[in-house]
């Protein structure tokens, strides 16, 4: 019925709409006047001051001192109350769980890693007491519990199947493939839990601040001791029916055994074959006979041999896609540097295929674990900002 409440055009989701933009902006940009707001919003200054009015009741923003240097009176500065909500970013490898804790903000407020020689324990329930050991600590760092969390993403290899809740494409994840696992995680960490594909979450990452800002058809291939790509077109994710989008480690290539095990290939401690076993982080070491992979990279014959390996498996993922960019990510990436990636783009030169842009990615740190700290903080936005129930 036209006019009830809640309706699209109404006054209250007018305020909500209205309210969201000025939190996303002081998101954005850090502590802003009321003036500077009016401004970025259209909005006019007895409409902005009631917003942060209902904001500042609400307990969502702040006043941060004031802005001095311009004529007349100081202006007051607003900005998101770092406390109104809590996150958990995680990333699972083969090497343990890292786990950040971040205020509404994104500011890091706890840190903490727990070690393989636990994570590689196959046991009943040993993943969620070990994923809740690594929040714990984080959140002890932080002066928090777990009651403080709005949103918890983990980061892991392979892909949540849709259709059964079951982890796929990640047979060196012991512990991690029970159906009932995120139920079992949300019950230890007490908030929802959504476990996401880790190149997946790199891709966020360089949308987010990386070399794939300004673009919304992109390839993310991940070259690490794993292979993998995340496939971002018209700006979203593509997951495929069982959530196996992107799983190129497994593609087959001329040179390479084929990927087998089917459905089972879960339970199997190594799938072995496809693209993996020619780029992978060990197939570049056992092709140069050392275990440094900046050394195995700085000789010219291995460089050149593994641009074309890339180049080959890189050719048929742009058939299909045609994306307008390609980022290169990874331990073989980084170590390859600008060297490998012209090498690469040379390679690719003169095929009757489209031709994207090659780029190395630059993020620093763990890109897994920005790109589910970011996943992390739009649920809690989403939730947390939304005064149309207010």
Same mark, same amino acid.
């Given at each position: 019925?036209?006019?009830?409440?809640?309706?699209?055009?109404?006054?209250?989701?007018?305020?909500?709409? *209205?309210?969201?933009?000025?939190?996303?902006?002081?998101?954005?940009? $850090?502590?802003?006047?009321?003036?500077?707001?009016? /401004?970025?919003?259209?909005?006019?200054?007895?409409?902005?001051?009631?917003?942060?009015?209902?904001?500042?009741?609400?307990?969502?923003?702040?006043?941060? $001192?004031?802005?001095?240097?311009?004529?007349?009176? *100081?202006?007051?500065?607003?900005?998101?109350?770092?406390?109104? !909500?809590?996150?958990?970013?995680?990333?699972?490898?083969?090497?343990?769980?890292?786990?950040?804790?971040?205020?509404?903000?994104?500011?890091?407020?706890?840190?903490?890693?727990?070690?393989?020689?636990?994570?590689?324990?196959?046991?009943?329930?040993?993943?969620?007491?070990?994923?809740?050991?690594?929040?714990?600590?984080?959140?002890?760092? &932080?002066?928090?519990?777990?009651?403080?969390?709005?949103?918890?993403?983990?980061?892991?290899?392979? !892909?949540?199947?849709?259709?059964?809740?079951?982890?796929?494409?990640?047979?060196?994840?012991?512990?991690?493939?029970?159906?009932?696992?995120?139920? /079992?995680? !949300?019950?230890?960490?007490?908030?929802?839990?959504?476990?996401? *594909?880790?190149?997946?979450?790199?891709?966020? !990452?360089?949308?987010?601040?990386?070399?794939?800002?300004?673009?919304?058809?992109?390839?993310?291939?991940?070259?690490?001791?794993?292979?993998?790509?995340?496939?971002?077109?018209?700006?979203?994710?593509?997951?495929?029916?069982?959530?196996?989008?992107?799983?190129?480690?497994?593609?087959?290539?001329?040179?390479?055994?084929? &990927?087998?095990?089917?459905?089972?290939?879960?339970?199997?401690?190594? &799938?072995?074959?496809?693209?993996?076993?020619?780029?992978?982080?060990?197939?570049?070491?056992?092709?140069?006979?050392?275990?440094?992979?900046?050394?195995?990279?700085?000789?010219?014959?291995?460089?050149? /041999?593994?641009?074309?390996?890339?180049?080959?498996?890189?050719?048929?993922?742009?058939?299909?896609?045609?994306? /307008?960019?390609?980022?290169?990510?990874?331990?073989?990436?980084? &170590?390859?540097?600008?060297?490998?990636?012209?090498?690469?783009?040379?390679?690719?030169?003169?095929?009757?295929?489209?031709?994207?842009?090659?780029?190395?990615?630059?993020?620093?740190?763990?890109?897994?674990?920005?790109?589910?700290?970011?996943?992390?903080?739009?649920?809690?936005?989403?939730?947390?900002?939304?005064?149309? *129930?207010?």
């Amino acid at each position: 019925m036209a006019g009830t409440a809640g309706s699209p055009g109404t006054p209250s989701v007018l305020r909500a709409m *209205n309210d969201r933009a000025a939190l996303d902006l002081l998101v954005a940009h $850090g502590p802003l006047t009321r003036t500077r707001i009016g /401004e970025l919003t259209g909005l006019s200054k007895p409409t902005t001051s009631q917003i942060l009015g209902r904001l500042e009741a609400a307990g969502l923003v702040r006043t941060t $001192g004031s802005q001095t240097g311009r004529p007349g009176p *100081n202006a007051l500065l607003y900005e998101v109350r770092p406390d109104s !909500a809590h996150v958990a970013a995680l990333s699972a490898d083969p090497t343990g769980i890292t786990a950040v804790v971040a205020d509404i903000t994104g500011a890091e407020r706890g840190r903490c890693r727990i070690e393989a020689d636990a994570v590689a324990e196959d046991v009943r329930h040993r993943t969620a007491q070990l994923v809740a050991e690594a929040t714990g600590g984080a959140l002890r760092q &932080a002066g928090l519990g777990p009651d403080d969390l709005t949103a918890t993403v983990i980061g892991t290899p392979g !892909a949540i199947d849709p259709r059964t809740g079951r982890l796929r494409y990640a047979p060196h994840l012991p512990g991690w493939h029970s159906r009932a696992l995120r139920t /079992e995680l !949300a019950e230890v960490l007490g908030t929802p839990v959504s476990i996401e *594909n880790d190149v997946n979450l790199a891709a966020i !990452a360089e949308q987010y601040q990386g070399a794939a800002q300004d673009h919304d058809d992109f390839v993310l291939a991940y070259v690490d001791e794993g292979v993998g790509a995340a496939i971002v077109l018209g700006g979203t994710l593509l997951r495929g029916a069982t959530g196996g989008a992107g799983e190129i480690g497994y593609m087959p290539l001329p040179g390479a055994p084929l &990927a087998r095990g089917g459905a089972d290939v879960i339970a199997r401690e190594d &799938a072995g074959g496809g693209f993996q076993s020619l780029v992978a982080a060990s197939a570049v070491r056992r092709l140069a006979g050392t275990e440094d992979l900046a050394e195995a990279l700085a000789d010219a014959t291995v460089l050149d /041999e593994v641009a074309r390996r890339l180049a080959t498996g890189l050719a048929a993922v742009v058939a299909v896609v045609d994306p /307008e960019l390609v980022v290169l990510s990874g331990q073989v990436a980084q &170590a390859g540097g600008e060297a490998l990636r012209a090498r690469v783009e040379e390679e690719l030169t003169g095929l009757a295929l489209p031709r994207p842009l090659l780029r190395i990615s630059d993020l620093e740190g763990d890109p897994i674990l920005t790109g589910a700290l970011r996943t992390a903080l739009t649920q809690a936005r989403d939730t947390v900002f939304d005064t149309s *129930n207010a």
